[in-house]
């Protein structure tokens, strides 16, 4: 079993920044990516980027690319979403999940940070 904690979202004016962080603990050996999702209010849940946990390969989705960042912090098991340049459509709940292999799917999901973005 794997858990992850998220934390960090709050309110932000547009053009603002915020980090999020996903904690895990337990097996965290078992990982194979960890990845950020978001869902905003009677949408599904999109994929924002992602991290290979042994490697600092990133990949994200193009409505964030050159405005999010994922770092990973090893020795403290926990990964960052650095996020600048915020825009109102970006006010969601936002997940980390973590896979376990490449053909597996994200089975562990943290219980999700607000994140609201005033214009």
């Known amino acids: 079993q794997v858990q992850l904690l998220e934390s960090g979202g709050g309110m932000v004016q547009t053009g603002g920044s915020l980090r999020l962080s996903c904690a895990a603990s337990?097996?965290?050996?078992?990982?194979?990516?960890l990845g950020w999702f978001l869902q905003a209010p009677g949408k599904e849940r999109e994929f924002v980027g992602s991290?290979?946990?042994?490697?600092?390969?990133?990949n994200y989705a193009n409505s964030v690319k050159d405005r999010f960042t994922i770092a990973r912090d090893n020795t403290q098991n926990t990964v960052y979403l650095q996020m600048n340049s915020l825009k109102p459509e970006d006010t969601a709940v936002y997940y980390c999940?973590?896979?376990?292999?490449?053909?597996?799917?994200?089975?562990?999901w943290g219980q999700g940070t607000q994140v609201t973005v005033s214009s």
């Open positions: 999940a973590a896979q376990g292999s490449i053909v597996q799917q994200y089975a562990y």
């Open positions: 337990g097996r965290t050996f078992s990982m194979y990516r």
């Open positions: 991290i290979i946990w042994r490697s600092t390969n990133t």
